[in-house]
């Protein structure tokens, strides 16, 4: 996946994010309220927290969620070969179709500013 597709990704998701701000979405407000709880520091700091969450991004094979959660660990100061073992993490769990999910997940990692 070429840079301009994650970037198109991450539009999309920015966009639909303000629609449901705009329209005051009780449910989409009470999920952002339930996100910023779950990823804040607590006995596991948040940047373990998106690692974990990445592994299940490919488990899942949530794309959009593979780009948000390898984005934000890496903001929280996770190294590439940390988020390289969440992603294996979640090729161990969910077996061959989660190593063709890991495609996904790895064109984001490449595409960060300091991968390389």
Same mark, same amino acid.
């Given at each position: ?36 709880? $779950?990823?804040?520091? +607590? %006995? ?5 927290? /998106?690692?974990?969450? *990445? &592994? !299940? ?15 934000? $660990?890496?903001?929280? +100061? %996770? ?5 390289? /073992?969440?992603?294996? *993490? &979640? !090729? ?25």
């Amino acid at each position: 996946m070429k840079k301009e597709a994650l970037r198109e990704m991450s539009a999309l998701r920015k966009k639909a994010h303000t629609t449901m701000v705009k329209k005051k979405s009780r449910v989409y407000e009470a999920f952002l309220q339930m996100e910023q709880a $779950a990823y804040s520091d +607590g %006995a596991l700091q948040g940047k373990t927290k /998106e690692l974990i969450a *990445v &592994g !299940i991004s490919v488990v899942i094979n949530c794309e959009s969620c593979m780009q948000w959660h390898i984005e934000q $660990a890496a903001k929280k +100061g %996770a190294t590439e070969e940390e988020i390289l /073992e969440a992603l294996e *993490v &979640g !090729i161990e769990m969910g077996g061959g179709p989660a190593t063709a999910h890991a495609r996904f997940a790895l064109e984001v990692l490449e595409s960060l500013p300091d991968a390389g």
